[in-house]
T-cell receptor
Framework: EAQVTQNPRYLITVTGKKLTVTCSQNMNHEYMSWYRQDPGLGLRQIYYSMNVEVTDKGDVPEGYKVSRKEKRNFPLILESPSPNQTSLYFC????????????FGDGTRLSIL | KNEVEQSPQNLTAQEGEFITINCSYSVGISALHWLQQHPGGGIVSLFMLSSGKKKHGRLIATINIQEKHSSLHITASHPRDSAVYICAAVGDKIIFGKGTRLHILP
């Protein structure tokens, strides 16, 4: 089954404790992206990757890192999480950035205390 | 002013009604993406279009590039269509509208 898998689905942690949200897709997609969704602000792009070893900043990259060492994986790293990073996070993938529908993971709800 | 505006913000309708959700954007785009977010939070891609019209089942999406406007129509609406519908302008960046919350009453 074609899917984008995010882990964990839920996480409560404390300020400053490094965490990684994993994202994996099994569709051989080149394009992968991370978004955060906040009430009143909607979805905003954090980082995206056009292919292996190619990553770029979205609208709200501050406080986040990503890597794309393999085509299928695109982890989101919070080196020193802060409460303003409490949000619902989505990973998505598609064949390309333009003209191709994105497949979304189920979301990760992060609470930073 | 937001670069992608959706209207209405909220919409309640009776089962069977014809639904229209609007999306206007002020940025240059290569494509316009319509998404559906279920009450449980999952997001599904409905349409990606750069011109004209696309149809899938009871859903129709149109775009007018000159007017920078897109519409999502639902014919013969059903309670299972209740969800948040989000448009996204895909250009140099991907910019999302804030969504339209649709509630279809049985």
């Amino acid at each position: 089954e074609a899917q984008v898998t995010q882990n964990p689905r839920y996480l409560i942690t404390v300020t400053g404790k490094k965490l990684t949200v994993t994202c994996s897709q099994n569709m051989n997609h080149e394009y992968m992206s991370w978004y955060r969704q906040d009430p009143g602000l909607g979805l905003r792009q954090i980082y995206y990757s056009m292919n292996v070893e190619v990553t770029d900043k979205g609208d709200v990259p501050e406080g986040y890192k990503v890597s794309r060492k393999e085509k299928r994986n695109f982890p989101l790293i919070l080196e020193s999480p802060s409460p303003n990073q409490t949000s619902l996070y989505f990973c998505a993938s598609s064949l390309g950035r333009i003209g191709q529908p994105q497949h979304f993971g189920d979301g990760t709800r992060l609470s930073i205390l | 002013k937001n670069e992608v505006e959706q209207s209405p913000q909220n919409l309640t309708a009776q089962e069977g009604e014809f639904i229209t959700i609007n999306c206007s954007y002020s940025v240059g785009i290569s494509a316009l993406h319509w998404l559906q977010q279920h009450p449980g939070g999952g997001i599904v891609s409905l349409f990606m279009l750069s011109s004209g019209k696309k149809k899938h089942g009871r859903l129709i999406a149109t775009i007018n590039i000159q007017e920078k406007h897109s519409s999502l129509h639902i014919t013969a609406s059903h309670p299972r269509d209740s969800a948040v519908y989000i448009c996204a302008a895909v250009g140099d960046k991907i910019i999302f509208g804030k969504g339209t919350r649709l509630h279809i009453l049985p």
